[in-house]
């Protein structure tokens, strides 16, 4: 089960700190992403790490501004949003995968969470 928070309304150029609990897996070989989807769009890939967080991807829309983190104890994964921007408004979701790295699409991940809602506005 993976259950995303953190979620809510943020004005421009604001910060938020989405996190991903994990439960009922080993996650020694997964990679845990997290994707999201405005309105009218496709889901779109956000970023990736291993679960043993030696690596880390990042879409380029969201490079330098969010980072991905993971907790091994707490089994949580977090997404640091900063500089946030009206584009960024969308519900995030994370999953897990097992494709070969960096796995960047939708398909490559078998189990999502609910996702949570972010708007950027003022």
Known sequence: QLVESGGGLVQPGGSLRLSCA???YT??????GWFRQAPGK???FVAVITWSGSKTYYAESVKD???ISRDGVKNTVYLQM???KPDDTAVYY????TGLWPPRLSREYSTWGR??????SS
Not at 94 to 97: E, K, N, Q
Not at 115 to 120: I, K, S
């Open 42 to 44: 496709d889901r779109e």
């Open 115 to 120: 996702g949570t809602q972010v708007t950027v």
């Open 65 to 67: 501004r969010f980072t």
């Open 27 to 32: 996650l020694d070989y997964y990679g845990i």
């Open 82 to 84: 900063n500089s946030l």
């Open 94 to 97: 994370c999953a897990l995968s």
């Open 22 to 24: 994990v439960s009922g």
